[in-house]
């Protein structure tokens, strides 16, 4: 996918800017803009995606849990799309949680996956997702500038960067694509949407503050292994473990054909385990890496040699290691009078702990391409776009904000600061009720999205 093909829009110099004219433009081709793009092709509107990187993104070694609530939301986004990507993955028929305390046993619980979650790298999802969209509609080396409200919609303001460039200049822990600008694209808009991820350029402009560390430092691994040499795991599983005397929480998991997933998380609320680097830390192959990733590991001869010799056994390359950040919640996700809107991590970013970041990206698109479809109609109005947007900040903006704020409670952030007042003084099997409940109202998409009426914990509010 190179640059646009649209007349008017190649790289020119900056004071001769190129244009374009498009109903809707989204900054991102991350898991938000492409779903919000494939579901607007679904329903007839197109909208044209522009990407920062040289190419849609398909690094950063992740595996996504897919949760039924996101399950739901693609099918909604494009009808059979939910059965291609699970059948990349694992569909992990049982489950298995493993509590440790300093890399001792303490229990091992096994169930059936009755929730129907899925282990999928992130990978597949992007590689599904930007294949279903005419390659015209995805402009690479884009990275959104500056917007400007103009009548009925907003001019954004594009850098074209040159893919060396792009390359050279890529911060993996900024999730940014620095380099010069050889030209500029003007892009005049009814809908500019903000899907640019944690540092996202959009909610920059509409005064959001930079992403904040949440004590946690995060290594994470996804390996090829067929001949089954490198992770001593088996086909289909999926484990979890937790140690809260170690202040690790990490899972082994089986991500499908032969794919194989580690990730660890471990306390480091003053930074000290990579104390050096500036907060926006983190990349692949960090020199050092293995070495600090088992160094956090406690005692030796114990339940953590199967992660050890995960560790030992893979390419310091494959190993990402990250801070954990989200971001504060804005007052608003819209601005220009309903012509820009924020989705997906640009939003709402949050600790990955509730394996909800990415499934609430794919709620906000599945309800933003529903309601311009329903709101815009056939000739795509512009008092149409703005009402849909202003509909569906109301209708997602609470609920993705309360999982959010429950995601930074299992931060190494001060329980003070994160868990709500009332909350605080919970005994353990009302922290577990809450946290099922929220569970339950998530997995209840699209029904209660503003709240679950049979919870005692997230109701919705009075009207
Ligand atoms: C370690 C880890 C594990 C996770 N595990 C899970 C999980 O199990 N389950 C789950 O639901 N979620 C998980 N998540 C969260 C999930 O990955 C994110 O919530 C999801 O990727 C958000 O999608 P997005 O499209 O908003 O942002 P991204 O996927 O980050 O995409 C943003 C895109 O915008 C591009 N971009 C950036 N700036 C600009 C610009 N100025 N102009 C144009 N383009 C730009 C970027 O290059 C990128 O391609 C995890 C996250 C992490 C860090």
Known sequence: MGPPSQPGSEARSVSDPAFMNVDVAIAGAGLGGLALAL????RGITAHVFEAAP?????????????????????????????????????????????LCDGVLE???????????????????????????????????????????????????????????????????????????????????KLLVGADGI???????????????LGDLHWNLLVHDPDETMVPIKDESHMRFADEKAGIVGFLSDAGHKWRFLSVRKADPDGKIVAGYGPEFGGLGKPGVKERAIGALPGSDNWYDVVRETLRNVAESDIFERRIMDNVALDTWVAADGHVVLIGDAAHAMHPIVGQGAMQTFEDAHQLAELLKKEAGPDFSTDGVATAVHRFEKVKKRRAELVQAFSREASSLPKEVTVP?????????EKLQRFSQLNTWMQRYPDVLGGDPDSVYWKPLES
């Open 55 to 99: 190419a849609p993104r398909t690094d950063g070694g992740t595996v996504i849990g897919f949760f039924p609530n996101g399950q739901t939301a693609l099918n909604g986004v494009s009808p059979g799309l939910t059965d291609r990507i699970k059948a990349r993955g694992n569909r992990c028929p049982s489950l298995t949680s493993i509590r």
């Open 39 to 42: 579901g607007l092709k679904e």
């Open 199 to 213: 540092r996202s350029n959009v909610r920059k402009a509409m005064g959001g503050k930079p992403p904040q560390y």
């Open 421 to 429: 007042a009332e909350y605080q003084d919970l005994s353990g099997p």
């Open 107 to 189: 229990e091992e619980l096994k169930r059936d996956n009755q929730s129907g979650i899925a282990m999928v790298p992130w990978k597949d999802f992007q590689e599904i997702l930007a294949s279903s969209i005419p390659p015209e509609q995805i402009h690479c080396n884009h990275r959104l500038q500056k917007f400007t409200p103009v009548e009925g919609g907003v001019e954004a303001v594009f850098d074209i960067i040159g893919d060396s460039d792009a390359r050279e200049n890529y911060s993996a822990s900024s999730n940014a694509y620095g380099g010069a600008a050889i030209g500029q694209l003007t892009v005049r808009t």
